[in-house]
């Protein structure tokens, strides 16, 4: 903030998560007024700047009470008489000399200059740093029965035997080649596999997970003696791992920081001379893994599954009346359904080209193809928005049922319009209160979780 250059060229991929919950831990904001840095009173703490002249506007009577709000430095005696008492800047600083941070602001911090406020932000979401010695071990674990499940053909014989060491530590062996006699998932095993971390942060597990399926492609290349073939300067780990991230991983989280601080996590851990960084903007995106709809329920318009399975918004099981509410064609199928079937084969066909792409394919054109699909998905994204805002807006069914019914009429209506702007402008108004984010059912693939 200073202009003081900071230097990332020794930070490792799994520290950006350390560097992310700290951040967390603060927000940038502009002095209103001349202000200072209060100490915290735990060690742990972080100082926080308050605005000198607010304060001096406040009632005498008043100022220990807003001190407290903004800090959690309590004032009583002397010091809390010298505030009530003080008629100018001077007088404030004097009575708050010993709680002053000076160490953060030697000087009175003019207005209009910038300052980190501590916030409870990573508090509030629950954000933690998960160093790789706790992501190693369960990545490992996690991903040990999905591999060996690969490990015998449709015949039940065993091919392509990998026989290890006898002596060799069991856990310190291939996860995909444990028993002997059975055979090793092919790469087409490993890069058909679609793995997803609900609620990535700063993408620790997703960068281990790419690492040791990185080394089981290698693995199984050189068991099936498929190897590609590479220039002799590009290495075969980090080009494993660039396949990996591009066809395997997917990942969600609702803040926008954590997904770009992801996106950059793999691009590092993914990193070779002379190759562009790895397209991830059509696996790593922004929204909510505790609320979204499924294709059925969004084409259905409610969020109720009438094939049985839980929402994941009301976490009940689907019930047949749950096909009497939303706008119905005349032979009474779901309005919707038709329409986002349709879109949805458009969003087939260009997120397969990205999957396709070659290493070099440049990322403007990755970009516009992922551009063509979230196109087609937004009329999916619009109802679902509908749906949810619909769920939220009372606490009881006959009111929620009645609001999806006119958020239904007024998307019949928009769509009927051509997309008229003041014909989507009250579901505009309707899901405004939403938080951003995607139906992550929607915008991603079928993918398992980790």
């Known amino acids: ?34 202000s200072i840095a209060i100490k915290p009173t735990k060690s742990h703490g972080a100082p926080a700047t308050i605005n000198l002249e607010a304060l001096l506007a406040t009632k005498p ?20 008489d010298a505030l009530k008492k ?16 000076r160490y953060v602001t030697p000087n009175v911090v003019p207005k209009g200059a910038m300052v980190l406020q501590p916030s409870d932000e990573r508090r509030r979401s629950g954000s933690h740093y998960t160093p790789r010695s706790l992501t ?10 999905v591999l060996e499940s690969f490990n015998r053909d449709p015949t039940g014989s065993a091919s392509a035997a990998v026989r290890p060491d006898a002596e060799s530590s069991p856990d310190s062996l291939p996860v995909g080649s444990r028993l002997n006699g059975q055979r090793h998932p092919t790469p087409e095993d490993i890069l058909n596999l679609k793995i997803c971390d609900p609620a990535m942060g700063s993408g620790a597990f997703l960068v281990e997970t790419c690492r040791q399926l990185g080394d089981e492609l290698v693995r199984a290349w050189h068991v099936h003696n498929c190897a590609p073939k590479l220039p002799p300067d590009e290495d075969e780990v980090l080009h494993a791992r660039r396949l990996i991230a591009q066809r395997c991983l997917y990942g969600v989280d609702k803040n926008p920081m954590a997904v770009d601080l992801a996106k950059l996590s793999l691009w590092l851990a993914t990193l070779a001379k002379d190759h562009p960084f790895t397209f991830l ?35 009940k099981k689907g019930r047949r009346h749950a096909t009497d509410h939303g706008p119905r064609t005349t032979d009474n199928r779901p309005m919707f359904a038709d329409p ?20 070099d394919k440049p990322y403007e054109q990755l970009r516009q193809e992922l551009d063509v699909a979230d196109e087609a998905l937004s009329l999916g994204r619009l109802a679902g928005d509908c749906i949810i805002a619909a769920y939220f807006s009372a606490a009881k069914d006959r009111e929620r049922l009645a609001k999806l019914d006119t958020l239904g009429r007024q998307l019949v209506k928009y769509l009927g319009s051509q997309g008229r702007i003041e014909d989507r402008q009250p579901l505009k108004e309707a899901v405004a209160l939403l938080h951003s984010g995607d139906h992550q059912f929607v915008s991603l693939p079928k993918r398992r979780r980790v």
């Open 1 to 34: 903030m200073d202009g003081e250059r900071l230097s990332y060229r020794t930070l490792d991929v799994e520290q950006i998560g350390s560097v992310y919950e700290a951040v967390m831990g603060f927000s940038l904001e502009v002095a209103q007024g001349r």
């Open 61 to 80: 009577a008043n100022r220990v009470k807003w001190l407290a709000e903004q800090t959690d430095q309590k004032f009583t005696g002397q010091a809390a």
């Open 86 to 101: 003080a008629e100018s800047l001077e007088d404030l600083l004097a009575a708050l000399e010993k709680k002053i941070a």
């Open 136 to 145: 190693e071990p369960i990545v490992r674990t996690t991903l040990r029965p």
């Open 281 to 315: 903007d059509h696996s790593l995106r922004c929204g909510d893994s505790l609320v979204g709809l499924t294709r059925k329920q969004i084409a259905g318009f409610h969020w109720e599954d009438v094939s049985g399975q839980s929402s994941v918004v009301s976490g």
């Open 340 to 359: 986002i079937a349709e879109r949805m084969r458009t969003v087939t066909e260009y997120r397969q080209r990205i999957l396709a792409a070659r290493d």
